[in-house]
């Protein structure tokens, strides 16, 4: 099992629609929690970080944490052919200083 | 304030060479980590330093290695290249911590090896 695990898509969403992704991890006491948005030949940038449980919202992004299920999921609302690229989760290890990336989903939005 | 910056940006290399990679974090950020991206394998973690020590590792040979000057510059070394350490090799600082601390990521450089 991998330490953090996305659906590798493409989800395929039309635009001014909600985009969900989903990200499930396997250390049950990792602390903090990132996305990244990755375009094409790009390299990662800071979206949303989140560290409790329950919602984070910043604009059109919501991040939610549920700790128990070991689940943490990013939302998109009214999404823009620009939010198209790829999403990777992030988890840190509470034992030493790395950060674990998922393999990253993969997000259309057709206008 | 400028962001991380990443030299060279791309290389192209044979097998059984070596290869010096250079990152420069942001100004103050004292932690630099390193990940080799590839398709197949996603961001994987290769090592982050802070203060010029290597605080953590993550499951590469020892033909990796890397470390930090007092400017919080950071280089990592590939010896001996094999043609799957052809990958996009990505830098990001935080200010301490990368497990809380916002990471920046830089460009990458692009390593080729033929």
């Known amino acids: 099992q991998k330490e953090v695990e996305q659906n590798s898509g493409p989800l395929s969403v039309p635009e001014g629609a909600i985009a969900s992704l989903n990200c499930t991890y396997s250390d049950r006491v990792s602390q903090s929690f990132f996305w990244y948005r990755q375009y094409s030949g790009k390299s990662p940038e800071l979206i949303m970080s989140i560290y409790s449980n329950g919602d984070k919202e910043d604009g059109r992004f919501t991040a939610q944490l549920n700790k128990a299920s070991q689940y943490v999921s990013l939302l998109i609302r009214d999404s823009q052919p620009s939010d198209s690229a790829t999403y990777l989760c992030?988890?840190?290890?509470?034992?030493?200083?790395?950060?674990?990336f998922g393999a990253g989903t993969r997000l259309f939005v057709k206008a | 304030k400028a962001g991380v910056t990443q030299t060279p940006r791309y290389l192209i290399k044979t097998r059984g060479q070596q290869v010096t990679l250079s990152c420069s974090p942001i100004s103050g950020h004292r932690s630099v980590s390193w990940y080799q991206q590839t398709p197949g394998q996603g961001l994987q973690f290769l090592f982050e330093?802070?203060?010029?020590?290597?605080?953590n590792k993550g499951n590469f040979p020892g033909r990796f290695s890397g470390r930090q000057f007092s400017n919080s510059r950071s280089e990592m070394n590939v010896s001996t290249l094999e043609l799957g350490d052809s990958a996009l090799y990505l830098c990001?600082?935080?200010?301490?911590?990368?497990?809380?601390?916002?990471?920046?990521f830089g460009p990458g450089t692009r390593l080729t090896v033929l």
């Open positions: 990001a600082s935080s200010l301490a911590l990368p497990s809380t601390d916002t990471q920046y």
């Open positions: 330093y802070f203060s010029e020590t290597q605080r």
């Open positions: 992030a988890v840190n290890k509470l034992e030493g200083f790395k950060t674990i």
